[in-house]
């Protein structure tokens, strides 16, 4: 059972936005900054896309934004591309100093 | 450029044991953590835990502390994850993942599969 919680699959047409969100509690979405988002190709291994629940890493493009509110974390990509389609996770460290992931999303370009 | 660069496959049978190790290169290996994630198949990410390079202090996730145990080789800059007494669950890509102050997985290895099988 995955310590973070997130829809199974969102779908959007391409040029759209779409936001997934990413549940925890106050031990550990709720209690620091440090959510991170995660993009997974099909056979690839994880790409950071999101730190520090709002920073992006040198290279990712704009379109792809976080925030947070209480509890829940979301990732929001707008202008939506058939590259975008993929697997995203949620991660954050929590107060027991460990890292946990939600179960992850799979996102479909229509 | 930063590498990590991890070994092959491995097929073990139930009870086993396996090694996975993980080179890196291009970066001064013990100014960074390294992070251990496996994927089962078809499944998502799971964090195993994390090894301070410096100290080699390993922090393991609930549920892994015993048979997965990390440890390090600072004279060639590699990280490895043990796993004793395999079972079937076990079965994923194991992957290495560097660390950063407030997040890791700014570098990836390329995974490893381990598959446990009789």
């Known amino acids: 059972q995955s310590a973070l919680t997130q829809p199974a699959s969102v779908s959007g047409s391409p040029g759209q936005s779409i936001t997934i969100s990413c549940t925890g509690t106050s031990s550990d979405v709720g209690s620091y900054n440090l959510v991170s988002w995660y993009q997974q190709h099909p056979g690839k291994a994880p790409k950071v896309i999101i730190y520090e629940d709002t920073k992006r890493p040198s290279g990712v493009s704009n379109r792809f934004s976080g925030s947070k509110s209480g509890n829940t974390a979301s990732l929001t990509i707008s202008g939506l591309q058939a590259a975008d389609e993929a697997d995203y996770y949620c991660c954050s460290f929590a107060t027991s100093n460990t890292w946990g992931f939600g179960g992850g999303t799979k996102v479909t370009v229509l | 450029q930063v590498q990590l660069v991890q070994s092959g496959s491995e097929l073990k049978k139930p009870g086993a044991s396996v090694k996975v190790s993980c080179k890196t290169s291009?970066?001064?290996?013990?100014?960074?953590?390294m992070n251990w994630v496996r994927q089962a198949p078809g499944q998502g990410l799971e964090w195993i835990g994390w090894?301070?390079?410096?100290?080699?202090?390993?922090t393991y996730a609930q549920g892994f502390a015993g048979r997965f145990v990390f440890s390090l080789d600072t004279s060639v800059n590699t990280a490895y994850l043990q796993i004793s007494s395999l079972e079937a669950g076990d079965t994923a890509v194991y992957y290495c993942?560097?660390?950063?102050?407030?997040?890791?997985?700014?570098?990836w290895g390329q995974g490893t599969l381990v598959t446990v099988s009789s």
């Open positions: 291009g970066y001064t290996f013990t100014n960074f953590g």
């Open positions: 993942t560097k660390s950063r102050d407030t997040y890791f997985g700014d570098y």
């Open positions: 090894i301070n390079t410096n100290t080699a202090n390993p």
